[in-house]
């Protein structure tokens, strides 16, 4: 029961929703950048969010299937095959053993998720599957994936469950990056805080899952302040000294010293995620009602998506 690595990818890491209650500690959340399509992948093979799914970077991985099970991708649509056809995201199919998926030619996105049926079985670090790869721990062997890797899987017969995932495609266009002033907002001038809103930033050469340099307008303080380090969380806008703000992104520090700017909306950080370096975006100005009011509003909609995959799972 098992999944053979032939060829690795770019960057492939086992991420779920990342590890929770150590922080405090100094120990990093890592997990998903894209959670929405890693709930969603989830959701079509008839998981719990819970589950770890395999990030996928850009260039996909190829892998051979040695049992039989269900799977599915969500995210970007990163061109994958299997057994030579087409498998689009937000699709669970059956494979049988030996089958091989492969990815080719991306056509949008920077992430996509994949899932299989009962997930794969890996060993916890501090309560998460997440991979660590700075430190070397979490996922698989802590780093990403490499050929002749083996990883073990459950097996299924089961049908596929019955979700429709319609209206979750698409890229998200280049609607603006919702964001709710940060801690530190006050301490900036009326015109960083208008170039912010209103100016084009992009997305620096030197981005990864750590954080998002922005490359734009700097952003001045009313004054230089001398700020002790807080914590900081997954959308944490900081300006360092040069005023090029930093989006913390999943595999962000647990403390900074920067002031904090702005605060990205939860609901916004899957298409952020999906953003490449030399990308370009622009954020705008909520209030945190309205992000409540997201929020709330799209875990609902999984909450009805999670309810059918589990009718689904029982059918025979």
């Known amino acids: 029961m098992t999944l053979h690595v032939i060829r690795p990818g770019l960057s492939s890491t ?56 269900v799977i599915a991708l969500a995210g970007a649509d990163l061109g994958a095959q299997l057994d030579g056809h087409p498998l689009p995201p937000l699709r669970a199919v059956r494979v049988r053993p030996g089958a091989v998926l492969a990815f080719g030619r991306r056509r949008w996105g920077a992430r996509a998720y994949l899932a299989v049926r009962g997930g794969y079985l890996l060993t916890p670090t501090l309560g998460s599957l997440s991979t660590n790869s700075r430190a070397g721990y979490g996922g698989y062997a802590g780093r990403a994936l490499q050929a002749g890797d083996v990883i073990s899987i459950c097996s299924s017969f089961a049908n596929p469950p019955r979700v429709d995932a319609s209206g979750w495609e698409g ?30 930033y992009r997305i620096g050469n030197d981005s990864e899952r750590m954080g ?96 059918h995959s589990l009718l689904g799972s029982h059918r025979p």
């Open 171 to 200: 890229q998200g266009g280049n609607a603006p990056i919702r964001v709710m002033p940060g801690r530190e907002w006050h301490l900036f001038s009326t015109s960083a805080r208008q170039q912010l809103q209103g100016s084009a």
């Open 14 to 69: 086992f991420q779920d929703l990342g590890r929770s209650g150590f922080q405090h500690l100094g120990v990093p959340a890592n997990g998903a950048m894209d959670s929405d399509a890693h709930t969603l992948a989830n959701v079509l093979v008839g998981n719990t969010a819970a589950e770890a799914t395999l990030e996928v970077l850009l260039q996909g991985p190829t892998l051979r299937f040695q049992v039989g099970t």
């Open 212 to 307: 998002y340099r922005l490359c734009g307008q700097a952003l001045a303080l009313h004054n230089p302040v001398d700020l002790l380090s807080e914590a900081v969380s997954f959308g944490t806008v900081q300006v360092p000294p040069n005023g090029q703000p930093i989006v913390l992104m999943a595999d962000r520090q647990t403390t900074g010293g920067y002031p904090r700017i702005a605060q990205v909306i939860s609901v916004d950080l899957p298409r952020l995620a999906q953003k490449l370096p030399g990308d370009t975006l622009h954020f705008s100005l909520v209030d945190i009602d309205q992000a409540q009011h997201l929020s709330q509003a799209r875990e609902a909609r999984f909450a009805r998506l999670a309810s």
